[in-house]
């Protein structure tokens, strides 16, 4: 069938928006048309090359909507359930996976670094040309096909606009803290967040949740450091205007955690800086490939740890229900995050409105 898509056809270019061919579901997979998906970072990293990708490629991996089809043997959606789509799907059957740690797993880097389905093809055509799938989906599109351990069934209620950002950025942000493997955070903690993007403002929602009591808000733009006291940081740091982050966060004394979400070598250090021993710097930002930094190996014996956060340690089908939940009651408040909504013709004003920090998180409407 036909499906209006975002093409990456050459890099540093815009994306393509054009008619292709998408495929039936094949065994385990699922085809959703898509109602609305998030604009991330990590596809303007895309169309740099970045991160390195197969062209041409449909992105987006932040897509929300409604089951339109069903491969052979998925039992866990069926047409017209409404799905949120997790931006990495797993093998459910690998050590990691059946340990609990699905965003672990094993086999899932090959579908998503390669740009294909999980059996190494595509279902993305035009005559008689391959088109890839950003992480094993690209949602950028009418309609869009993951494997069915990579979205989740839910609730009806829930607005595809709001709630599509939980996919990827919003859900790293928020997992980062309430679905972390390394650590609990507990109540009273002191925190400082690097970089307020949507990642983020999604640590400083996801402290507040957790009753965190200092949460320091670090960025270079004053309009994101609003929309963090809006969403409960406690100081702000202009770290383009103001002193030392180490001096301005020193006034309250070190922090417990350091979530550096921007991507710097640069940040890691100043958030290494900045936490006690034993304090925890999270790194949620992905840098460039290759990308090094050095700290001071004394420092660890003092208790401090440094640890990766990959996609929010996002289970979906355990994780984008409660996460709803918790957005339909009042108590994250998602909307706030979701500056902008683009039609899909329209989508390379939506690469500008992030480039240029204006939109914090764009939904883009294929319809
Ligand atoms: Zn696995
Ligand atoms: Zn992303």
């Not at 604009?39 to 041409?56: Q, S």
């Not at 660890?300 to 640890?307: E, Q, R």
């Amino acid at each position: 069938m036909k499906t209006k898509a975002a093409v990456l056809r050459a890099l540093n270019s815009p994306l393509v928006v054009e008619e292709i061919d998408i495929d039936e579901p094949k065994v385990g997979e699922v085809r959703v048309k898509i109602e609305a998906v998030g604009f991330c970072h990590t596809d303007v990293h895309f169309m740099k090359g970045e991160v390195p990708g197969r062209l041409p490629m449909v992105l987006g991996h932040e897509g929300a909507g409604i089951v339109d089809a069903v491969g052979d043997g998925v039992t866990i959606v069926k047409p017209g359930d409404h799905v949120l789509m997790g931006m990495s799907s797993s093998c459910g059957r690998c050590v990691k996976c059946i340990s609990g740690h699905p965003y672990w797993c094993e086999f899932a880097s090959q579908p998503m670094l390669m740009g294909t389905q999980w059996d190494g093809t595509v279902r993305f055509h035009k005559g008689g040309e391959d088109i890839a799938h950003c992480f094993a989906q690209g949602c950028f599109s009418q309609y869009a096909i993951t494997r069915d351990t990579g979205l989740a069934k839910i609730r009806e209620d829930a607005p595809f606009d709001k709630i599509c950002g939980l996919s990827c950025g919003l859900g790293t942000g928020l997992g980062a803290v309430l679905n972390n493997p390394r650590f609990t955070m507990p109540i009273g903690a002191s925190l400082a967040v690097f970089g307020c993007g949507s990642v983020g403002l999604s640590v400083i929602m996801a402290a507040k949740l957790a009753n965190a009591k200092n949460i320091v808000a670090i960025d270079m733009l004053d309009s994101k450091l609003d929309m963090a006291t809006e969403l409960g940081a406690t100081l702000t740091i202009n770290a383009s205007e103001e002193p030392p982050v180490e001096t301005t966060v020193g006034e309250i004394g070190q922090v417990d955690y350091a979530f550096e979400c921007v991507g710097n070598p640069a940040l890691v250090t100043q958030a290494f800086n900045i936490t006690k021993g034993p304090g925890v710097v999270v790194i949620v930002g992905a840098a460039p490939m290759g990308v090094q930094f050095s700290l001071p190996q004394f420092n660890f014996i003092t208790g401090k740890a440094v640890v990766g956060c990959s996609a929010g340690f996002m289970r979906p089908a355990v994780d984008f229900p409660r996460y709803i939940d918790l957005y339909m009651e009042g108590k994250l408040p998602l909307d706030k995050l979701v500056t902008h909504r683009f039609k899909l013709d329209d989508i390379n004003d939506a690469v500008e409105a992030l480039k240029s920090g204006e939109a914090i998180k764009s939904a883009i409407i294929p319809w």
